[in-house]
């Protein structure tokens, strides 16, 4: 099990699976860009719909209004025509007129006191009584028991009516005796019709009812469209889509043109009856799909800068962490130069201060590591190459030896006037000469006698000075020195550290051969102290500078040199943790630079040389006079 994924990972295991191949940069423009779209997308949606709802809002409110208006006149206006029919029912004219037959004074009665009102009247026969629109005296009579009633005459336009039976009370009287006079026993109530008195019911008369304006009005008698007040290009449309059940909806579209639409049934008797109130939005949507269009690009401007910003914050957390990546792929193959993210001061900051910490460790423990290889290989090469010089120079003197003594043996006893006795000078010349080259052999391998202290370098400087001015007046050589007053001081074998400047000296004045000018300048540099030694001599060639510091390898003519001084050299500096470096361009001088550190002296070298140890097991060789 993977214990290190990401605690949202984890709880969400369906999204590590496809993100395990991705970089991090990925996974984090992926997881900012999901969160993004998860809260614009329905963010969008959300206030799209609010804005459409408030749009809706006002349109509802007005139908709201006109739907109370409309209740409030219907059952006024209903109230009314059943108290016009209950008035007209029991008056004397009406009763009179209904009784004898007189269908013009009936006429006349009835239509008394009202304006456009419909009047229908019927016999106890269900015989119309009145002219006008034809409605059938069944349907009249079981209509009584309703306030109103919707009915559908012949003339095919509802009429909204109420109802009354009209009745005649007769009394009754007794006579006792022919002589008496009648009395009243009683009354007895003798049904003559029905009469209703309503209005045609139009959708011009129920929008002048609740007289809002901008509303339109469509109705429903049971399932069929029997007016409107919509325009009538639109009527086709309006009764297809209005039969039937479909009258339910909440927003219709005639012509071109949006309406909310509020289904509003009466409450009557008869027939049913539905009226739908119809606002016109079209002006409120357009402004509702400019808000919306403005809304999509706001959101998908917010969108891409939240992607933007995603890919942005993905770079910032990547970017470090990829540095960090590569810089320790390259650690581990050897490469300490890898760049590293800047300390930004958070916790990608922190580790990169810390690794680039530890970089820095491990790359001084492999240099302190490989120096002290180095210098170990030197040293071998150097006991080896001791013991070799010692033995080789001890087998090779006594040869020496034994012949000088014989050449002068010869000398003494010979004539002083033999033309041959030239060769023989000749010969005890080359073999002071080739003790000479034993004795520096001898030199180089002889170890430090002195043990490693604090030393000022200027007066190092100085004394070797001292030393070789003579040779070097003789010479013609010219001595510039530039020593820094406050020089700090160092911790070295003093006598090796003459013997390499020595050795620096009477290079170039080898160098020199018809005179120049020697600088010598001692200065600081960090942590460390530097003493340049600079000639004016014929230079040392490009191809020979990679071996001036190997063994036995010079650029002297003839045997005035063998080749192990600056070999020498460069390990006793290096033995003191520093550095020997030449810059040299031919016809112009060389430059050779001794680099010391204050205080970073191998503790092996701090040590006095033991009596009889060989030169190299331990200790620096000393510098002979000439490379």
Same mark, same amino acid.
Request: aromatic share 4%; proline share 6%.
């Given at each position: ?90 008056? #004397? ?13 009936? @006429? ?44 559908? #005459? ?114 009557? &008797? ?22 919306? @269009? ?122 002083? @006037? ?95 051969? &018809?005179? &120049? ?43 005035? &040199? ?66």
């Amino acid at each position: 099990m993977n214990t290190h994924r990401p605690p949202v990972l984890r709880r969400m295991p369906h999204l590590a699976g496809p993100m395990r191949g991705l970089s991090l940069r990925a996974k984090v423009f992926f997881l900012f860009a999901g969160a993004a779209l998860l809260i614009v997308v329905p963010a969008m949606v959300l206030i799209a719909n609010a804005v459409e709802d408030r749009a809706y809002a006002r349109a509802t409110e007005d139908l709201d209004d006109a739907a109370l208006s409309l209740q409030t006149n219907w059952i006024s206006r209903g109230e009314n025509l059943a108290l016009a029919a209950q008035i007209r029912a029991t008056q #004397p004219e009406v009763i009179g007129a209904w009784s004898h037959g007189r269908a013009r004074a009936l @006429s006349r009665a009835v239509h008394q006191g009202l304006d456009k009102e419909t009047v229908v009247a019927v016999d106890s026969a269900y015989r119309p009584l009145l002219a006008g629109p034809g409605v059938s005296g069944p349907v009249l009579a079981a209509s009584v028991d309703a306030k109103t009633v919707v009915v559908l #005459p012949d003339t095919g336009v509802p009429l909204r009516l109420a109802v009354v039976r009209v009745k005649r009370d007769t009394a009754r009287f007794e006579q006792p005796s022919p002589d008496s006079a009648r009395t009243e026993v009683g009354r007895d109530t003798v049904a003559l019709g029905f009469l209703g008195i309503g209005t045609p019911l139009t959708a011009a008369a129920i929008k002048k009812d609740f007289g809002t304006s901008g509303t339109e009005v469509a109705l429903l008698v049971g399932d069929s469209l029997v007016g409107t007040t919509l325009p009538r290009t639109v009527a086709g449309e309006t009764r297809e889509l209005l039969g039937g059940r479909r009258a339910a909806q909440r927003v219709y579209r005639f012509g071109g043109e949006d309406y909310r639409a509020r289904p509003y049934p009466l409450r009557v &008797g008869g027939a049913p009856v539905t009226v739908v109130l119809f606002r016109r939005v079209t002006v409120e949507l357009r402004i509702v799909q400019g808000i919306q @269009s403005a809304i999509i690009g706001i959101g998908v401007t917010a969108l891409v800068i939240a992607l933007v910003l995603a890919a942005l914050v993905a770079r910032i957390v990547a970017r470090p962490a990829q540095a960090l990546a590569e810089a320790s792929a390259r650690l581990a193959r050897g490469d300490y130069a890898a760049p590293l993210p800047r300390d930004s001061g958070d916790e990608i900051g922190q580790l990169a201060r810390a690794f680039g910490e530890m970089r820095a460790a491990i790359a001084e423990r492999e240099q302190r590591l490989r120096s002290a290889q180095a210098e170990m290989i030197h040293r071998e090469k150097l006991a080896a190459m001791g013991r070799l010089v010692a033995q080789l120079s001890h087998e090779i003197n006594n040869p020496i030896y034994n012949i000088q003594n014989c050449l002068e043996a010869l000398e003494r006893r010979g004539d002083p @006037s033999d033309p041959n006795r030239e060769f023989l000078t000749l010969a005890q010349e080359e073999l002071a000469r080739m003790a000479t080259l034993t004795r520096q052999l001898l030199d180089q391998s002889r170890p430090l006698s002195d043990a490693a202290q604090p030393v000022g370098l200027n007066s190092v400087v100085q004394r070797v000075l001292t030393l070789a001015g003579p040779e070097l007046g003789s010479r013609g050589i010219r001595i510039a020195t530039r020593l820094a007053p406050a020089l700090p001081q160092v911790v070295v074998h003093p006598e090796g550290i003459q013997q390499v400047l020595a050795n620096l000296v009477n290079n170039a004045c080898d160098a020199m051969p &018809g005179g &120049g000018t020697l600088s010598v300048i001692t200065r600081v540099d960090g942590e460390a102290v530097e003493v340049v030694v600079e000639d004016t001599g014929t230079g040392i060639d490009e191809r020979d500078l990679p071996h001036i510091f190997e063994a036995f390898y010079t650029t002297k003519p003839g045997v005035a &040199g063998i080749g192990l001084g600056l070999f020498v050299s460069e390990g006793i500096i290096r033995g003191h943790r520093g550095r020997l470096s030449v810059e040299s361009t031919v016809g112009v001088g060389s430059r050779f630079i001794v680099r010391l550190p204050r205080e970073t002296l191998d503790e092996a070298m701090r040590q006095e040389p033991q009596a009889g140890e060989p030169a190299g097991a331990g200790e620096v060789m000393a510098v002979g006079a000439g490379d």
